[in-house]
C-alpha cells in the first residue's frame, strides 16, 4: 500500500518577513491562494487517504498544521522535538508507516514544491510504484528537465534508459547524483543532455531505506528504532525528545542516495519549482513588461526588474527602483537588492542576537 510522507519542518529563513518561526513558508500562500503544505496534500488526489498521510514538522508547527489540514488524524501529524534534516526525519517516518504497514510503499515529498499539473503528477507516483512492484528494492526519484544552468539546485546524471511501455515518462537508471553546482558546471550539465534536475522527492519500501539506513547509519537507526518501540506508549514523548536530540542530524541525499546502487529516476511530466527563495517568485508568478513581478496593491514609477509583495489592504509604492526586493507584513518591511537575498539570513541572525523575538 502507498503511504504519503511530507517532510514540512523547514524554518524558510529565506522567506522573512513573511516566513516566521511560527508561520514558516510552508503554511503560507506564497504561489496561488492556497498554502504549500496544503497544496503538497491536495495534489496527492486518491492516491492515499488521510489515514495514509504523514505530516513530519517541527513541534511548534502542530497546531497550525491541524488548523490548516483538519481531515488529517492527529497520529498522522509528528512534531520533530529539534531539527535533524531529512535522514532521520525520513527514518523516523519509514518506522512509523511500517509499523502499520510492513510493506509499505512511501512517497516522500518536500512540503515546498510548486507542481502543476496534478494529474501528470499522480500519474508518475503510479509509474513509480509499478516499477517498485516488479523490483522490491528499487529506489525511485524524479528528476526535472533543465531549462536553464541553474545553481540552486542539484542534479542527477542519468545513464541507460529502462524499458517500461511506450505510454509511460522516460525512465533511466541513475549514474550519479550532483550537488549543486557553480554556473559553469551547470552549463556543462545542460549542454550534455544527460542531466536532470534533482526534485527531492523519492519512492522505496519502507523497509528498503531503513536497509539503508541500517547500512549506512546504524548509529541513527538505533536511535530512532528505540522511538518506534515507545511510539503508542505512555513513554512516546519522553523517548522521542531523548533520543531524536541525542541523533547527528544529516540529509538523505548525503546518508543514503550518493551510495545507493539501484536507483532510477523518472523525468518529470509536470512542470516543477522548489520554490527557495523570494526570486523564485519570478519565475513562478511571472513578471510584467518592466521585468517587476507584483503581488499585491502596487504602483510603480521607474521601477525594473523588482519584486514586490504585500497586500490588497496595503499599497506599496516604488519610484525609480530596480533589481529589488520589497517584502511588506504588517510588523517588518524588507527593503533589498534583489540580488543581495541570501543576506536576509543574516537579518534573521541579527534579530535572534537583539533578542527581538517579536519578529521572528
Known amino acids: 500500500m502507498l503511504h504519503a510522507v511530507i517532510m514540512a519542518g523547514g524554518a524558510g529563513t529565506r522567506f522573512w518577513p513573511a516566513s516566521r518561526a511560527d508561520m514558516p513558508k510552508q503554511l503560507l500562500a506564497l504561489v496561488g491562494k492556497q498554502t504549500m503544505i496544503r497544496q503538497t496534500v491536495d495534489r496527492l ?67 515546498d514544491h510548486v507542481i502543476r499539473n496534478a494529474s501528470r503528477f499522480q500519474d508518475s507516483i503510479r509509474q513509480a510504484v509499478t516499477l517498485i512492484k516488479k523490483t522490491p528494492d528499487q529506489i525511485v526519484t524524479f528528476g526535472i528537465r533543465p531549462n536553464y544552468p541553474a545553481e540552486i539546485f542539484g542534479y542527477i546524471q542519468r545513464g541507460s534508459r529502462i524499458d517500461i511501455h511506450d505510454e509511460a515518462a522516460p525512465t533511466f537508471v ?16 545542460v549542454n550534455s543532455g544527460d542531466y536532470l534536475w534533482n526534485s527531492g522527492i523519492f519512492i522505496w519500501k519502507a523497509k528498503t531505506i531503513l536497509n ?28 522521542f525528545d531523548r533520543e531524536f536530540t541525542a541523533i547527528k542530524g544529516i540529509s538523505i541525499d548525503y546518508a543514503v542516495m550518493e551510495h545507493a546502487k539501484n536507483v532510477a529516476v523518472i523525468e518529470a511530466p509536470y512542470d516543477w519549482d522548489d520554490l527557495g527563495s523570494w526570486q523564485s517568485l519570478a519565475r513562478l508568478a511571472g513578471t510584467d513588461r518592466f521585468d517587476n513581478t507584483i503581488v499585491g496593491k502596487h504602483v510603480g514609477i521607474n521601477t525594473t526588474g523588482t519584486i514586490v509583495r504585500t497586500d490588497d489592504k496595503h499599497l506599496v509604492v516604488t519610484i525609480g527602483m530596480k533589481d529589488c526586493l520589497v517584502v511588506h507584513t504588517p510588523d517588518a518591511t524588507l527593503v533589498a537588492n534583489k540580488n543581495d537575498e541570501e543576506a536576509v539570513r543574516e537579518v534573521v541572525k541579527l534579530l535572534e542576537a537583539k533578542g527581538w523575538k517579536e519578529y521572528l
Open 45 to 111: 488526489g486518491d492516491l492515499v487517504t488521510p489515514a495514509q498521510t504523514l505530516i513530519v514538522t517541527n513541534q511548534r508547527l502542530i497546531p497550525a498544521l491541524r488548523e490548516q489540514l483538519p481531515e488529517l488524524p492527529e497520529t498522522s501529524l509528528v512534531g520533530e522535538p529539534c531539527k535533524r534534516d531529512t535522514a532521520p526525519c525520513i527514518g523516523l517516518a519509514a518506522l512509523l508507516v511500517a509499523k502499520q504497514d510492513p510493506d509499505a510503499i512511501m512517497a516522500v515529498l518536500p512540503a
Open 212 to 239: 539503508a539506513l541500517k547500512e549506512r547509519q546504524p548509529e541513527m537507526l538505533a536511535h530512532l528504532e528505540k522511538i518506534g518501540a515507545a511510539w503508542g506508549t505512555p513513554q512516546q514523548q519522553e523517548v
Open 174 to 189: 541513475v549514474k550519479r547524483f550532483r550537488e549543486k553546482p557553480d554556473h559553469a558546471t551547470a552549463t556543462e550539465y
